[in-house]
């Protein structure tokens, strides 16, 4: 179905504080569009539910990644190539790069935002084991006062969230804390690029003279969001490693996971591969 242009409208104001009086003034009218990568397929489809957009793209604002002494924040807005492109990303939170590099071509990766993906909620994201496994927050802005809000809580369900309609997400904050961790990603789909994931799976630990000091998993494409895997996690923590743990942990692991049969896969290969795939994380850790 081709769509009517006229019967939507954008407004782009040019400041943060334009946007929210516009989305506090009609809750639930006025939709956020970032870099259209997800909006602009369901337009183009005729099957973008929302009549009214409030882009987001010309607000310097929302632009940026800046570092404190305990914290990285990305701004709203941050593009998969600017996160490539960042040395201090590179350096302290790997993961999310390669995912970032995983994520569509390169136009794609110029207009795709970071806030975009973590709204769009699809549970074979790209970056959301990643954010999982480095604990990030995400700050919501409204007219109301900011909001803080742990980013393993915001997912409720398939694309439904903690952001109140007349909320925006505004930055994305990482503590700096992976110094001397091992970090994992690896997500596993038909084919090596441009592939939707059939399971992802990041792993972050440190390891203390043999004992998992700390330790977190993440995973997508098993559930109806991107998951943290805390049960797993609380199996291995302030354990020496050895392969009895490591067996224990791939028992907890298909407890947390709800994988279901879709066109990519089915619920019995997410399982197996959700399995192989802490096995080989975990493995590698080993003395
Ligand atoms: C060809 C193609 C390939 C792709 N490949 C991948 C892939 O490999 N991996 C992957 O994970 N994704 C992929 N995507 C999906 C998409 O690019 C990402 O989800 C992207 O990050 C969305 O960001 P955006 O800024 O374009 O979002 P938009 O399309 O602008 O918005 C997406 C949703 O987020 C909301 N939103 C956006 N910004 C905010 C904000 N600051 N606050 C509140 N709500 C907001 C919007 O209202 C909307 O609901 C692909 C898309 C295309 C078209």
């Known amino acids: 179905m081709r769509v009517y242009v006229p019967d939507y409208t954008l407004e782009a104001p040019g400041t943060v504080d334009q946007v929210l009086r516009l989305l506090a003034r009609e809750p639930g009218v006025w939709r956020p569009m970032a870099g259209g990568t997800d909006l602009m397929v369901l337009f183009e489809a005729g099957q973008l539910p929302y009549r009214n957009l409030v882009g987001l793209w010309r607000i310097p604002e929302l632009r940026g990644i800046t570092a404190s002494e305990t914290h990285v924040t990305l701004g709203a807005l941050t593009t998969y190539t600017q996160i490539q492109r960042s040395e201090l990303m590179r350096a302290e939170f790997p993961l999310l790069v390669r995912a970032a590099s995983w994520t569509g071509a390169v136009a794609t990766q110029n207009r795709g935002t970071l806030a975009g993906n973590i709204a769009n909620g699809s549970p074979a994201a790209d970056s959301p084991p990643a954010l999982l496994v480095y604990d990030a927050d995400i700050v919501l ?86 998951i943290r895997c805390h049960q797993t996690e609380a199996v291995l923590v302030d354990r020496e490693l050895d392969r009895a743990t490591i067996e224990e942990a791939k028992a907890a692991i298909v407890t947390e996971i709800s994988p279901i049969d879709d066109i990519r896969s089915t619920a019995e290969y997410r399982t197996r591969v959700t399995v192989n795939l802490l096995d080989e994380f975990l493995t590698s850790l080993l003395p």
């Open 141 to 226: 802005l409204s007219e109301r006062d900011p909001r803080w809000l742990r980013y393993s809580h915001f997912h409720t369900g398939y694309k439904t969230n903690l952001m109140e309609p007349d909320e925006i997400i505004s930055h994305i904050s990482l503590p700096r804390t992976t110094a001397g961790c091992v970090h994992y990603l690896r997500k596993v789909g038909t084919r090596k690029a441009q592939a939707i994931s059939k399971v992802a799976l990041a792993g972050l630990a440190k390891i203390n003279d043999g004992t998992i000091e700390r330790i977190r998993i993440a995973l997508g494409s098993v559930a109806p969001m991107p």
